[in-house]
């Protein structure tokens, strides 16, 4: 049979947890309007990645 202790150490625990996601749960949430708020990221946009080829110059010549 689990002491009282036990049960509070149980509790604590239970309550921490909910805690923790709720925080993680509001950081999401923070993450997502800020990527949003940001509208377009020209970062991300693959036009401005060096390392697509976009004249694909390094493709064989399928004619020849």
Do not use: C, V, Y
Not at 13 to 35: H, N
Request: hydrophobic share 20%; no cysteine.
């Amino acid at each position: 049979m689990t002491t009282t202790f036990q049960k509070r150490q149980k509790e604590m625990k239970r309550i921490e947890k909910r805690k923790m996601k709720e925080e993680k749960r509001t950081q999401r949430k923070a993450d997502k309007t800020t990527s949003k708020e940001g509208g377009f990221d020209p970062a991300s946009d693959p036009a401005n990645d060096p390392t697509i080829d976009w004249n694909h110059s390094n493709e064989l010549n399928s004619q020849e």
